[in-house]
């Protein structure tokens, strides 16, 4: 009878999982089809007055007129709507982390939200995924980033630069996206592993007398990882997939970071990530007082 009852107590919590996750997936869907709607009934209140803007109405009133621009102005307006949302929000994370936590991963997907996150001022982006795939396609990811820029901010590639770094002493794989942004491709062997050789590290400077077995603590340890990372700690990590873990992700640099959980990073919109920002943006972190 007693195994009858816990497996009848797992099973229920089996559905309150399950319920949970449903749930969410929907309220997103539902608030993303409601943004759909209210964009398409605005444009057709305004079709009348815009409809001059039409590349194909401009070619037909001025042959020798040049699309371009127009598409140039939509994209300086879709920069300045960005900036803006960064700058309304109550507090805006200088590192974000991507955690993806799904079977299929899309290069493309990613790359949106790395180009959204320069757009609203993001200095700091961390892509992660449990199998170390975006890692060893860093290239790949590199040249979906520079496609989407130009696509979603129309900018030349002359102008923000996507250049691969790489550091002897830190063999993660990063490169910096602009003047101002840079994005860090992480795998499970940044987490765990960094924390075992920053340990040997310290062991052997202990061994071949170069420190005193007294100076090896926690902070002196801290040291050496802020040394191999040199990025600041992330304060929001967006963890994509139905898996409640964090899967290995930098845990020495997590320990007070926001985590906000979206069921998919596939076909994720602007507005989703501009909400997960809103949402730290609300938060009170009591920093352990």
């Known amino acids: 009878m007693a195994l009858l009852y816990s497996l009848l107590w797992r099973f229920l919590l089996v559905l309150v999982r399950v319920k949970r996750a449903v ?18 009934t605005i444009t057709a209140l305004l079709l009348p007055v815009a409809v001059s803007e039409f590349p194909d109405y401009q070619k037909k009133a001025n042959p020798n007129v040049n699309v371009e621009p127009v598409r140039g102005n939509r994209a300086v307006g879709s920069r300045a709507r960005w900036l803006s949302d960064g700058q309304s929000l109550e507090k805006l994370p200088a590192h974000i982390g991507f955690m993806v936590a799904e079977e299929e991963l899309s290069f493309t997907d990613v790359a ?10 993001v200095s700091y982006v961390s892509v992660y995924d449990n199998h170390g795939i975006f890692q060893k396609s860093s290239s790949r990811l590199q040249e979906e980033i520079l496609r989407q820029q130009q696509s979603l901010l129309g900018i030349d590639e002359s102008k923000y630069d996507v250049e691969l770094l790489n550091n002897s002493r830190d063999k993660q794989q990063h490169f910096v996206v602009s003047c101002r942004s840079t994005v860090k491709v992480l795998s499970p062997e940044d987490g765990k592993h960094t924390i075992v050789q920053a340990a040997k590290k310290l062991c052997h400077s202990v061994e071949n007398k170069e420190r ?38 930098l845990p020495w640099h997590i320990r007070l970071t926001e985590f ?25 972190q009591r920093l352990g007082q």
């Open 23 to 40: 749930v969410s997936w929907l309220q997103i869907r539902l608030r993303s089809w409601r943004g759909r709607l209210w964009e398409g």
């Open 260 to 284: 906000i959980s979206l069921p998919s990073h596939r076909n994720i919109s602007y507005e989703d990530l501009l909400r997960a920002l809103q949402r730290y943006g609300a938060c009170q």
């Open 112 to 121: 949106n939200l790395v180009v959204w996150c320069m757009a609203v001022g």
């Open 212 to 249: 005193s077995s007294k100076d090896i603590s926690v902070s002196m340890l801290d040291v050496l990882l802020r040394e191999s990372k040199n990025i600041p700690d992330p304060e929001l990590v967006v963890k994509f997939g139905p898996v409640n873990s964090t899967l290995g992700f």
